[in-house]
T-cell receptor, first 114, second 115 residues
Framework: DTEVTQTPKHLVMGMTNKKSLKCEQH?????MYWYKQKAKKPPELMFV???????INESVPSRFSPECPNSSLLNLHLHALQPEDSALYLC?????????????FGEGSWLTVV | GENVEQHPSTLSVQEGDSAVIKCTYSDSASNYFPWYKQELGKGPQLIID?????GEKKDQRIAVTLNKTAKHFSLHITETQPEDSAVYFCAASDAGGTSYGKLTFGQGTILTVHP
């Protein structure tokens, strides 16, 4: 069982809505990640936080806004999304950022934009 | 940046047979190579990983081999069982620069084990 918890598991939102995805880990990890995964594709990195500071933004559109309130929590705020943004959004964490640090994934939040 | 190629895209085996999935990477500086299993409707789960100072690693029915010179690594599953059916992703971790620690994934292999 994963120790990275994501809520909600499923979310349907309209293109004018504002919603948030939430992620929590209590493993003491200091790096947290958001990935986007489309059907039959590998996960694509969106953001990396290291010690609560944004360290990688993979040129993600501003309609996705990450937030790291503390070392255990990671949010992804969603606004004015498009239907093509429908995907599985995965949160992950690792002890630290850097190669050799095992990255643990949550079960994901399935997002449908209508 | 790093580029990871994974083959085959689909693999079908009979229960009890072995399965082998191969990946190649482009950045010789990459030094960490995890393998993830993703079951339908779930997040990826790490099943085994290898670091560049090791050539082979085993964990029960699963093994990974790494050839740094050729820049390829492989996953070997022996005595396959129906519950091994899933999508398997290989990955390589960037070793430096602004992408430090970023995982680049292969395209995935759909493994089906027939009873």
């Amino acid at each position: 069982d994963t120790e990275v918890t994501q809520t909600p598991k499923h979310l349907v939102m309209g293109m004018t809505n504002k919603k948030s995805l939430k992620c929590e880990q209590h493993m003491g990890h200091r790096a947290m990640y958001w990935y986007k995964q489309k059907a039959k594709k590998p996960p694509e990195l969106m953001f990396v936080y290291s010690y609560e500071k944004l360290s990688i933004n993979e040129s993600v559109p501003s309609r996705f806004s990450p937030e790291c309130p503390n070392s255990s929590l990671l949010n992804l705020h969603l606004h004015a999304l498009q239907p093509e943004d429908s995907a599985l959004y995965l949160c992950a964490s690792s002890h630290n950022r850097g190669p050799g640090n095992t990255i643990y994934f949550g079960e994901g939040s399935w997002l449908t934009v209508v | 940046g790093e580029n990871v190629e994974q083959h085959p895209s689909t693999l079908s085996v009979q229960e009890g047979d072995s399965a082998v999935i191969k990946c190649t990477y482009s950045d010789s500086a990459s030094n960490y190579f995890p393998w993830y299993k993703q079951e339908l409707g779930k997040g990826p789960q790490l099943i085994i990983d290898i670091r560049s100072n090791v050539g082979e690693k085993k964990d029960q029915r699963i093994a990974v081999t790494l050839n740094k010179t050729a820049k390829h690594f492989s996953l070997h599953i022996t005595e396959t069982q129906p519950e091994d059916s899933a999508v398997y992703f290989c990955a390589a971790s960037d070793a430096g620069g602004t992408s430090y620690g970023k995982l680049t994934f292969g395209q995935g292999t759909i493994l089906t084990v027939h009873p």
